[in-house]
């Protein structure tokens, strides 16, 4: 690959990075539940994942939306 598509495609990831990945993390990183919960929803639309995560596991259950997968990432 040549070194000028290489860097465009750097600065690339580090612009999406900055713009949506970092948000997310910060937020997964910390004690708010419900912080977690909503960098999860949009980190899901995003990367338009959401579909993939049936609701049938957290709100079929009457509880909130990617509960499951926070309550799994904290094991």
């Not at 690959?1 to 937020?27: G, I």
């Not at 539940?33 to 995003?46: G, I, V």
Request: with cysteine; hydrophobic share 35%.
């Amino acid at each position: 690959m040549p070194k000028a598509e290489f860097k465009y495609h750097a600065l690339r990831y580090l612009n999406l990075w900055v713009s949506q990945d970092r948000t997310c993390c910060e937020a997964l990183a910390g004690t708010d539940d419900s912080e977690k919960l909503r960098a999860l929803a949009k980190a899901a639309a995003f990367y338009r994942i959401a579909r993939n995560l049936r609701t049938r596991y957290d709100t079929g259950k009457q509880l909130p939306r990617y509960c499951p997968v926070l309550r799994s990432s904290m094991l």
